[in-house]
């Protein structure tokens, strides 16, 4: 593990079977913006939004995001490497909550996976990520159910969050807003819900 990522304490660290031991760090964003750049820069994290912006655009988005009560970042690695970027958010704090009820406890999350690399899929990958965040946002955090929102025509993303047991909720438009950084254009979402009763039964 390289000295930057163990000098970071983290905030969950879970070993999964046939997997390896994952570990959620809080984002450091000079440090980690040229990872972050890398994946939010192709063509397949269109739908994250970053297309186009610079590697100090991004780590400006995600420097102002560390000031936040309400939202954070997390860097999301696998035996040392890094393999995912997590957001987490207070719905009642972002525009999602003009869509749907927010329920007390409620937290939403963003995942965008790193690319597959050279071996191509990787099969199991995203279950097993996915089932660490879960357990970190639910049971770590205490928190009785997830929100996620992909946009509609992230059918990939969508599949994944479905086959994990999330359970589809509506389609909803989310309003378009002004942030400090630029516009959130409006985006048409399919909401999704993760109960901590169904993910962890029993």
């Known amino acids: 593990m390289s000295d930057a990522y163990r000098s970071r304490p983290a905030v969950h660290e879970q070993d999964v079977d046939g997997f390896g031991t994952v570990r959620v760090l809080p984002l450091d964003p000079p440090a980690d913006a040229d990872v972050l750049h890398a994946w939010v820069a192709e063509e397949r994290a269109a739908f994250w939004g970053m297309n186009g912006l610079t590697r100090d655009q991004v780590a400006d988005i995600y420097a102002h995001m560390a000031t936040l009560d309400t939202h954070h970042a997390f860097l999301v690695l696998k035996d040392a490497e890094p393999v995912a970027l997590l957001q987490t958010y207070e719905p009642e704090a972002d525009r999602v909550s003009e869509?749907?009820?927010?329920?007390?406890?409620?937290i939403g999350i963003h995942v965008l996976?790193?690319?597959?690399?050279?071996?191509?899929?990787r099969a199991g990958w995203s279950a097993a990520l996915l089932?660490?965040?879960?357990?970190?946002?639910?049971?770590?955090?205490d928190r009785p159910r997830v929100v996620v929102d992909p946009d509609v025509r992230n059918e990939k993303a969508i599949a994944r969050f479905l086959r994990h047991g999330f359970e589809a909720g509506p389609v909803v438009v989310l309003p378009e807003i002004d942030l400090p950084d630029g516009r959130l254009p409006e985006k048409k979402a399919q909401l999704a819900f993760l109960s901590r009763e169904v993910a962890f039964p029993g």
């Not at 869509?99 to 409620?106: A, I, K």
């Not at 089932?131 to 955090?141: E, H, R």
């Open 99 to 106: 869509c749907y009820e927010v329920r007390p406890g409620d």
């Open 113 to 121: 996976l790193a690319p597959a690399g050279d071996a191509g899929a």
């Open 131 to 141: 089932g660490a965040v879960a357990t970190y946002v639910l049971k770590t955090l």
